[in-house]
């Protein structure tokens, strides 16, 4: 049976070392070391072989390579580790997964040895014996040798080699060579950030502090450098002050030059708009520079280079369910309920439409980037919000690959209604696993219409977006989000998908749309008059006076400022006396500029209904429709003499 022990640091080797020719910039050294050591039974991960290379050269480290050559049965049992002289360590060799089988180890390690690395996924076929160099095989390291970019090359590099499982197998280490590149120009960025209150109450104001240093031991001033810091959601922007400028926009912090040994900062002040108990993280990235970074590559997301730096806060307070709008307070008048219980929905089916009375066919239509999992969507009582086990609803289950998958879930309505609300069931976070996220938009004719999101204790909210920060059951309202439309709305729209607290591949997360009560839809009609002077009998039509004789143009709107269709108009406009209609002049059409259509003098005939009807009778105007659609306008003109 084959043991694996944790490694220690301890010195049992002997130092040689071979030096190269006077560094030159944009070279790289060579440093050997060819002394013969057992790798067996008595090299422990506890007490290491252990062979050192004495570097005399005073320079900054670029890039790092490592070759190894020892005779050993199983290879796949050795591990191997490399020391700075600074004490960075990196274990470039994690030893034997269980697959690889092959013989002797003959290898250059280099982070661009393409993509197959030692003891991991090489083929398990011997490696060669012939003594090096060239080494025989180039692999990744199974972690990054550019740990060491930027560090000083000058003292000892210590390397360590054990055997993993003893005392199966051994043999014998027999030559490695590290190869240490020079940097070319270079500037080395590292980037922190604080945080001014790490627990601060919901409404008080915060202020995040980032400090840019470029290494004394940089070669170049760095120019036209850009870090990256837009706030978190919830966290409101009111001010900056420091070096530079900040686009609250962008979060771009721009800093025309930083040099060596310098330190730039910048204070950036907040307001806290966040749900008691919510962690937030801000995170900030260097994006942009004119000088290559020893080692950080600019705006490539990884958290672990040093041009990366984040904070997080909790804010203060024990999260309660928040209270949702009164419905009857924005909704006064007769409501309509839709009621998922019983209705019928084929199983993974992604459309369909269902009639309510009082508003007509609703139409629910689902997309997804990743696949729906089986069985969904569907009508079933997964998810109860904490109401009756046999409570059912719209269920929506999703096997995400990325952070980046969501599904929609659109309800289309034939008609506007004045307002709305539903509860969203199981909106919650699953440690390692899912952080889920829902945002939710609304629109009424083709225009955004925002809603009202109420949070549970499972989740907060940050405007029309709620995230799962707490684990909750699907039978229990811990994970409820109930939203609420308090305007005119026909099209809502819920995407659903993670949090970036999420892991890379969430996995499977879901949620339950339950009842919806609508505002009854109704139809506001407004009315305006409005006059122009088209001639008179002194000007003509060259700036017109009302005087007598003048021609006047009168134009009323009626406008159905509601949410459902009008019927059977009829609107009157009693003429006064010192005005004279002129026979027919009416024109109607969908406002006053285009009115164009003939109407004429009496109450009957086709040009009643074309759709709009006007009739003069005892110095009286009468206009009539059949019908008036929701956020649509009529307009009749018509023309008469100042007496």
């Known amino acids: 049976m084959k043991y694996i022990y944790f490694l220690v640091t301890l010195a049992i080797g002997i130092a040689i070392s071979i030096v190269a020719a006077p560094q030159a910039r944009a070279q790289t050294m060579t440093y050997v070391n060819g002394t013969d050591g057992a790798i067996n039974g008595s090299t422990t991960c506890a007490a290491p072989l252990v062979r050192n290379f004495s570097v005399p050269d005073s320079f900054t480290v670029g890039d790092v390579d490592l070759g190894i050559f020892a005779t050993h049965t199983w290879r796949g049992d050795i591990q191997v580790t490399l020391q700075a002289p600074d004490g960075t360590r990196v274990r470039l060799i994690e030893g034997d997964d269980g697959t690889i089988d092959g013989n002797h180890l003959n290898v250059r390690l280099d982070d661009q040895g393409g993509t197959m690395r030692v003891n991991r996924d090489d083929p398990s076929a011997a490696h060669s014996t012939a003594a090096p160099p060239p080494f025989a095989n180039l692999f990744r390291p199974d972690s990054a040798l550019s740990a060491f970019n930027g560090k000083a090359s000058n003292g000892t590099w210590r390397l360590e080699m054990c055997d993993l499982y003893t005392p199966d197998d051994d043999g014998t280490f027999r030559h490695a060579e590290l190869y ?368 007598p004789g003048a021609i006047v143009r009168y134009c009323i709107t009626l406008t159905n400022t509601g949410t459902a269709t009008a019927s059977n108009l009829i609107a009157a406009d009693a003429l006064p006396p010192e005005f004279s209609y002129t026979a027919a002049s009416s024109r109607s059409g969908t406002d006053c500029a285009t009115a164009a259509t003939v109407e004429d003098d009496d109450n009957i005939g086709a040009d009643e209904s074309d759709p709009v009807g006007v009739s003069i009778a005892t110095d009286t105007l009468t206009i009539t429709a059949a019908t008036l659609a929701a956020a649509n306008m009529i307009a009749v003109t018509f023309d008469g003499t100042i007496n």
Request: negative net charge; charged residues 10%; aromatic residues 8%.
């Open 180 to 547: 240490l590149t020079n940097a070319a120009p270079h500037a080395d960025l590292s980037l922190t950030k604080a945080v001014s209150n790490v627990s601060p109450a919901n409404g008080s104001t915060i202020s995040y502090t980032l400090a840019l240093t470029n290494s004394s031991g940089s070669s170049n001033t760095a120019t036209g450098v850009v870090v990256r810091d837009l706030l978190p959601a919830g966290i409101n922007y009111v001010s900056f002050s420091g070096y530079g400028t900040y686009n609250s926009a962008t979060g771009d912090w721009n800093i025309a030059s930083i040099a060596p040994g310098e330190t730039r900062t910048l204070t950036i002040n907040a307001t806290v708009n966040v749900t008691p108990g919510t962690t937030v993280t801000n995170t900030a990235e260097v994006t942009a520079s004119s000088q290559i970074d020893i080692d950080s590559t600019v705006n490539n997301g990884i958290t672990t280079e040093d041009d990366y730096a984040s904070r997080s806060l909790t804010v203060a307070g024990t999260r309660v369910a928040g209270t949702p709008p009164s419905i009857n307070a924005f909704c006064p008048a007769n409501q309509r309920f839709f009621d998922w219980q019983g209705r019928a929905w084929t199983v993974e089916s992604t459309n369909n439409n269902y009639t309510l009375a009082g508003i007509g066919l609703i139409n629910f239509n689902l997309t997804t980037d990743a696949p729906f999992v089986a069985g969904s969507p569907a009508v079933n009582t997964t998810n109860t919000g904490g109401l009756a086990a046999t409570e059912e609803g719209l269920f929506v289950n999703l096997n995400n690959n990325t952070v980046s998958d969501q599904a929609s879930v659109v309800m289309t309505l034939p008609t506007a209604v004045p307002g709305l609300q539903f509860t969203i069931f199981d909106i919650d976070f699953g440690a390692g696993s899912f952080a889920d996220k829902i945002t939710v938009t609304g629109t009424y004719n083709g225009a955004t219409v925002l809603p009202t999101l109420t949070n549970g204790t499972a989740n907060y909210v940050v405007g029309n977006t709620a995230i799962g920060d707490v684990s909750s059951n699907g039978p229990d309202a811990d994970g409820n989000v109930v939203v609420t439309f308090t305007s005119a709305v026909d099209t809502i729209t819920i995407l659903y998908g993670s949090h970036s607290t999420a892991p890379v591949n969430p996995g499977n997360q879901y949620l339950t749309v339950h009842d919806i009560t609508f505002c009854n839809p109704q139809a506001t009609i407004a009315a305006t008059k409005t006059s122009s002077i088209v001639s008179d009998p002194v000007n003509g039509t060259t700036d017109p006076k009302a005087i």
